[in-house]
């Protein structure tokens, strides 16, 4: 009258039951426990197939091979694709929670100049933009701005002229430089374009804004401005749209009031 646990350990048991020579005695009173499985319970002993009962855990048991190998060769390619998905990984970050901006501790106020404005002076066209463009712009929009270079004439006097030049980027809040198809072609124009971006490189502060004054085809562009853009820096077009002025104006403005701290861990996209 003992109650026996049915469960797929006995296996055995039931298969040397079902032998010719054996026979259990009372097999209609030895029952399986009411603690095995719900549909064995109270169950005559040789009612129990674990044959039909058992077959998911050999189901699971043929699973572990397949499983280690999957886990193998998806450890191998989490490992080789490790690179890859940090950075991916590192996106999903910047577009779910965005980045902090670093602003440069110093005001305008603590450089001798406010802008400088580099332009190829041998063109009239980019001459004549200042003057009746960006100077009306910066008076209306920045009128705190009063220590402005504008091109070569307003370079400090009794310097070399390319140290002149250094100078008055290294002392400036911000620097412009107006890009034209005439001025890249200038290596004068070009060597100054340089001076900037080292500076850039030196102070980790985004203080040059580049000015497109028009569009400059792709075989014409220097190597120094596809560097530029290439790298994520601001820059700004400029168009004869009226509405697409008032947005150049804003952005320009923008620019001009803030310094940001150069930041190399973001996308240049």
């Known amino acids: 009258m003992n109650l026996i646990d049915c469960n797929c350990d006995l296996k055995w048991l039931i298969d040397w039951l079902n032998e010719p020579n054996i026979r259990l005695k009372n097999k209609d009173k030895?029952?399986?426990?009411?603690?095995?499985?719900?549909?064995?319970?109270?169950k005559p002993l040789l009612d129990f197939d674990p044959?039909?009962?058992?077959?998911?855990?050999?189901?699971l048991f043929s699973l572990i091979p397949l499983v280690s190998i999957s886990?193998?060769?998806?450890?191998?390619?989490?490992?080789?694709?490790?690179?890859?998905?940090?950075?991916k990984l590192f996106l999903l970050k910047l577009a779910a929670l965005g980045y902090k901006e670093m602003r440069d501790a110093r005001d305008h106020n603590d450089y001798e100049f406010d802008v400088n404005i580099i332009f190829?002076?041998?063109?009239?066209?980019?001459?004549?933009?200042?003057?009746?463009?960006?100077?009306?712009?910066?008076?209306?929009?920045?009128?705190?701005f009063q220590r402005n270079v504008f091109g070569d004439e307003d370079l400090v006097l009794g310097m070399h002229y390319l140290d002149s030049v250094d100078y008055v980027v290294s002392h400036s809040y911000k620097t412009i430089i107006l890009l034209s198809r005439a001025a890249v072609h200038d290596h004068w124009?070009?060597?100054?374009?340089?001076?900037?971006?080292?500076?850039?490189?030196?102070?980790l502060t985004e203080f040059v804004v580049v000015v497109f004054l028009e569009d400059i085809p792709g075989?014409?562009?220097?190597?120094?401005?596809?560097?530029?853009?290439?790298?994520g820096r601001p820059y700004i077009h400029w168009t004869e749209d009226v509405r697409?002025?008032?947005?150049?104006?804003?952005e320009l403005t923008k620019s001009l009031t803030i310094n940001l701290r150069t930041n190399d861990l973001i996308p240049n996209e």
């Open 51 to 59: 044959n039909e009962l058992c077959i998911i855990n050999n189901g």
């Open 71 to 87: 886990l193998i060769v998806i450890s191998v390619l989490l490992y080789h694709y490790r690179w890859q998905l940090r950075y």
């Open 189 to 203: 124009f070009i060597l100054k374009f340089r001076t900037a971006m080292d500076h850039v490189s030196d102070t």
């Open 219 to 231: 075989d014409e562009m220097p190597f120094l401005a596809r560097l530029y853009l290439s790298d």
């Open 30 to 42: 030895t029952i399986c426990s009411s603690a095995s499985l719900e549909p064995l319970r109270k």
């Open 120 to 144: 190829y002076d041998d063109d009239e066209d980019d001459e004549e933009w200042i003057r009746e463009k960006l100077r009306p712009a910066l008076e209306e929009r920045l009128p705190q």
């Open 244 to 250: 697409g002025q008032e947005y150049f104006w804003d």
